[in-house]
């Protein structure tokens, strides 16, 4: 799963992003949802968990969950969420909000 911090609003139409996915990643403060969109808005794979305050690893475990799904593919990843702020300005990852 290649994660780029680009903007997710291309059109997965479009050229060569047709084979991406867009990933939704909302954390907030007890729970973390992810969701694997592909073509035609189609969820792939979603993820909902609590996180007992320890977003870090809970994110790197749904991320290596969500990497089987998408092997090689790009992926295309946005923010949300309470805790999900601080995470995009860390990473450089866009922000849904």
Not at 43 to 67: C, F, G, M, N
Not at 83 to 97: D, H, P, Q, Y
Request: net charge negative; proline share 3%; charged share 20%.
């Amino acid at each position: 799963m290649n994660i780029l911090p680009d903007d997710c609003s291309i059109p997965l139409a479009a050229n060569r992003f047709q084979d991406a996915f867009r990933l939704g990643i909302d954390v907030g403060s007890t729970t973390s949802k992810l969701a694997l969109v592909g073509a035609h808005n189609t969820i792939v794979q979603s993820i909902y968990q609590r996180h007992q305050a320890d977003v870090t690893d809970t994110l790197l475990k749904e991320l290596r969950e969500l990497a089987g799904t998408a092997g090689d593919r790009e992926v295309y990843p946005v923010f949300t969420g309470s805790a999900g702020m601080g995470l995009a300005e860390r990473t450089g990852i866009a922000s849904g909000n």
